[in-house]
């Protein structure tokens, strides 16, 4: 599997490479050999780090990726046409907070997924992710309702293998904005 994961590493790079030179010269074929070489050499670490390690990393089921980009577009749509009710109607106030949770995604590409999929979805933002542990902006509580009802994270464990996990715990917090104050006026005696 290592090997595999090197070798397309290295065709990519020298693609790469032939895109930005856009010359077949020997000379230019054999620097793009080298160059695309030692850049494969020093990217593998990162790439284990970022992907999980070839030997522990499970198969992604490429039919549910696909199922689950499908889904992600149709929310997208609905989702900011819900944060532009928010902005243009005055009556409905919006209410940011920040909310975090834990989950069960067990391979880090999993959880790049997952954040990133928040972020891409309007009036929701991934802040931090510290292990299993996310933290994620959202412009109103009804904005994190797909994570509340684990529906997003239900889909990426079914493409890397994982098994479903329960709703998580959402933990809200608002927060408490106090009017602007005058420091001339607060140090009155």
Same mark, same amino acid.
Request: aromatic residues 8%; positive net charge.
């Given at each position: 599997?290592?090997? /595999?994961?090197?070798?397309?590493?290295?065709?990519?790079?020298?693609?790469? =490479? &032939?895109?930005?030179?856009?010359?077949?010269?020997?000379?230019?074929?054999? /620097?793009?050999?080298?160059?695309?070489?030692?850049?494969?050499?020093?990217? &593998?670490?990162?790439?284990?780090?970022?992907?999980? +390690?070839?030997?522990?990393?499970? @198969?992604? @089921?490429?039919?549910?990726?696909? &199922?689950?980009?499908?889904?992600?577009?149709?929310? &997208?749509? +609905?989702?900011?046409? @819900?944060?532009? @009710?928010?902005?243009? #109607?005055?009556?409905?106030?919006?209410?940011?907070?920040?909310?975090?949770?834990?989950?069960?995604?067990?391979?880090? +590409?999993?959880?790049?997924?997952?954040?990133?999929?928040?972020?891409?979805?309007?009036?929701?933002?991934?802040?931090?992710?510290?292990?299993?542990?996310?933290?994620?902006?959202?412009?109103?509580?009804?904005?994190?309702?797909? /994570?509340?009802?684990?529906?997003?994270?239900?889909?990426?464990? $079914?493409?890397?293998?994982?098994?479903?996990?329960?709703?998580?715990?959402? $933990? =809200? %917090?608002?927060?408490?904005?106090?009017?602007?104050?005058?420091? #001339?006026?607060? %140090?009155?005696?």
């Amino acid at each position: 599997m290592r090997s /595999l994961r090197t070798l397309v590493l290295f065709v990519t790079m020298l693609a790469f =490479w &032939l895109l930005l030179s856009w010359r077949l010269d020997p000379l230019f074929l054999v /620097l793009g050999v080298v160059s695309a070489a030692v850049v494969t050499w020093y990217s &593998l670490p990162l790439l284990d780090a970022v992907l999980g +390690a070839a030997k522990t990393r499970r @198969h992604v @089921h490429v039919g549910y990726l696909l &199922l689950y980009v499908g889904w992600l577009l149709t929310r &997208l749509p +609905a989702a900011g046409v @819900h944060i532009a @009710h928010i902005v243009l #109607d005055p009556r409905v106030p919006p209410r940011p907070g920040v909310v975090r949770f834990r989950t069960n995604l067990s391979s880090p +590409a999993a959880r790049t997924m997952l954040a990133t999929s928040i972020t891409m979805v309007p009036g929701t933002m991934t802040l931090d992710v510290d292990g299993a542990e996310f933290t994620v902006h959202a412009f109103t509580p009804t904005a994190v309702a797909d /994570l509340a009802n684990a529906a997003t994270q239900r889909r990426i464990a $079914r493409i890397f293998g994982d098994p479903p996990d329960d709703p998580p715990q959402l $933990r =809200w %917090e608002e927060p408490r904005l106090e009017p602007p104050r005058d420091p #001339d006026l607060s %140090e009155a005696p």
